[in-house]
């Protein structure tokens, strides 16, 4: 072989095996961060004194020079993001308003560094906000694992956001979003926003935690108890006897594969259990007060409903323990565990752990990125989870998303609408985001029921279960899902719903009528296309749905009797052509299901 053609093979190889990297750096991976952690409690000063050791291991392409932590605590203190934000958008969280800006010295929230290393050698760093920032003396390299230990002090803040001390029903400790905690680092490089509002992403790892406190305050949270004939509290083995101790205990708790890890504690909490019939074990952990015992007690059948419910409707619950806890301001998910306030009605109570528990698929095991892409949690949490309190409370409603539905068409024709791509942070408006996350997203799930069928999408969210429980998915990922379950074409939904702010409009523009030929003029009126589905009712009540396949779709509804020729999306009309047979027509409606989300209906309906 001369040099050139020697030459010309080694370029060919090289363009391959760079061909070859890039699709290896375009397929699936994620971080791994393993947490142990002591903590000392002070519940005087509310105060608290920690050693973390985090194994990380880098499965990325990329080599790390630099790695980000979340200091969360650190955003409730005067002059922070979070307080600013508060006092100058115009519609704040009344939880916060202005009180973090009123917080005096021993009330704010902190988590200060003492000390930082990697492999044993100190390292240089940076408090920034809530975020910490380090630079690494040895990069850590594709596939290598690496080691930081810290010491860090805490204070816990007067409870307004989620955390704290002594919230409105008087919790003590509400511990979430307490510790130091590593940034995610994905496809898409870090994420290492503050925190100013909303919305988590965290890496998955396992935990093991202890955590030193007043012997008479019970614990509630992630993980698993190792220690339960010692702690006591509910805890421990039938017939068990609790070993005795001094002025603390010391509570240890283990947590397979979860992203993050959240606890409350009090002197004065009620510790119930209940085994359901998958076998995971109930927690219920709430304040002593006579007037919240009869809801309490009633929750936890009902929670076990809740669980078995989503269990048949998106997968097995994985982990073998769940813990609904009183505390936080509202109600907040978290891994193996939801804090909730517990002073409410009995359908107030059921509606936010129904919410809450959800969660625990839709972000606590199909993680996704909540500050990029928070309908994916928010809304597909509140599409299930309105679903299981239709049918465990027996509420019978036809409609039971109505309410989503009219929350979105309410944003849709007004001026405050921002694409569901919008960061979490980034909304104009508080009031728009929940509509969009909660209302918005629930609707993308019901209305592609409509487009592709209730049983191909009830085994999309299965599949997607399946297939990317922990994991990072993002809204592809989901879409991808559904393609292959249903084979019809989704991108122009995916694009159109979230990425933008077009709406759906179709209206009846004329009906004619000669002796047994119906003729309909459609017009599309938004700039956003969708199937079809036209009711037609006779005289004598009979009905025929007929059905208009979207082009770009390339694909046909399963069950249609009456379909039609493809309608293309810059063809602003269509003309729609029934042979009556002689029947007279009383009413033309589009969509009667109203599972599709037309802005305006008052042009879908035509009475002759």
Not at 20 to 42: G, R
Not at 237 to 258: I, L, M, N, Y
Not at 477 to 495: H, N, T
Request: aromatic letters at 12%; glycine letters at 6%.
């Amino acid at each position: 072989m001369n040099f050139k053609k020697a030459l010309n093979l080694v370029l060919m190889l090289g363009i391959l095996s760079s061909s070859l990297l890039a699709q290896n750096n375009t397929s699936y991976w994620q971080q791994e961060a393993n947490y142990e952690m002591e903590i000392d409690m002070d519940v005087k000063k509310y105060q608290y004194q920690g050693k973390q050791k985090l194994t990380y291991t880098n499965h990325s392409p990329d080599t790390l020079n630099k790695v980000f932590y979340h200091l969360y605590f650190n955003a409730f203190q005067p002059g922070s993001e979070m307080d600013v934000r508060s006092r100058t958008i115009a519609d704040p969280d009344p939880r916060v308003g202005d009180r973090i800006a009123k917080l005096a010295e021993e009330e704010i929230g902190y988590i200060d560094v003492a000390s930082l290393q990697q492999d044993g050698q100190n390292l240089t760093y940076e408090i920034v906000g809530t975020v910490l920032e380090v630079e690494l003396k040895q990069p850590i390299l594709p596939g290598q694992t690496t080691v930081f230990e810290m010491d860090f002090k805490g204070q816990v803040p007067k409870q307004i956001r989620r955390s704290g001390r002594q919230n409105k029903e008087g919790v003590e400790l509400s511990m979430t979003q307490w510790y130091p905690k590593m940034a995610e680092y994905d496809f898409q490089g870090w994420h290492a926003h503050p925190y100013i509002g909303r919305e988590f992403h965290g890496v998955w790892g396992d935990y093991d935690v202890k955590i030193k406190i007043d012997k008479n305050y019970t614990i509630g949270g992630t993980g698993y108890l190792q220690n339960p004939n010692e702690i006591g509290h509910g805890y421990e083995e039938e017939g068990a006897k609790v070993k005795k101790r001094g002025k603390t205990k010391t509570w240890h708790f283990v947590a397979p594969q979860v992203h993050d890890f959240a606890w409350a504690a009090d002197p004065n909490f009620v510790h119930d259990r209940l085994t359901a019939a998958d076998g995971t074990e109930l927690h219920f952990i709430y304040k002593d007060k006579d007037d919240i015992k009869e809801n309490w007690k009633k929750l936890q059948p009902d929670t076990e409903k809740m669980l078995l419910y989503f269990n048949e409707h998106i997968g097995p619950y994985p982990y073998d323990q769940y813990t609904v806890i009183q505390g936080g301001d509202g109600g907040m998910e978290y891994a193996m565990c939801t804090l909730i306030t517990g002073e409410r009605s009995y359908a107030s109570l059921f509606g936010v752990t129904a919410h809450e528990l959800a969660h625990s698929w839709f972000q606590q095991v199909l993680a996704t990125n909540e500050s990029k892409y928070e309908w994916m949690d928010e809304g597909m949490t509140t599409y299930i989870s309105t679903l299981a309190e239709n049918e465990i409370l027996e509420k019978g409603d036809d409609f039971p998303l109505v309410r989503a539905y009219q929350g979105y068409i309410s944003l849709a024709n007004s001026d405050a609408q921002q694409p569901l791509t919008t960061q979490a942070d980034r909304w104009e408006f508080n009031q728009a985001y929940g509509i969009s996350a909660y209302s918005k997203g629930a609707v993308f799930m019901s209305q592609l029921g409509y487009l592709i069928g209730e049983n191909l999408l009830e085994e999309t969210i299965k599949r997607y279960f399946h297939e990317w429980k922990f994991k990072h998915p993002t809204p592809n990922d989901f879409k991808r899902v559904a393609e292959k379950v249903s084979g019809a074409e989704l991108d122009w939904y995916l694009v159109d719903w979230t990425e933008t702010v077009n709406t759906i409009d179709y209206g009846i523009e004329s009906v004619s009528q000669e002796e047994d030929q119906l003729h309909i003029v459609l017009e599309r009126i938004g700039l956003m296309p969708m199937p079809l589905e036209v009711e037609i009712t006779f005289e004598d009540n009979t009905k025929e749905l007929h059905y208009i396949p979207l082009q770009m779709m390339r694909w046909n509804k399963p069950g249609m009797q009456h379909i039609h020729s493809r309608w293309a999306w810059a063809m602003p009309t269509y003309d729609l052509k029934i042979n009556t047979q002689g029947k007279v027509v009383k009413m033309i409606e589009i969509d009667p299901s109203q599972l599709m989300a037309d802005i305006n209906r008052e042009n879908n309906l035509e009475k002759l």
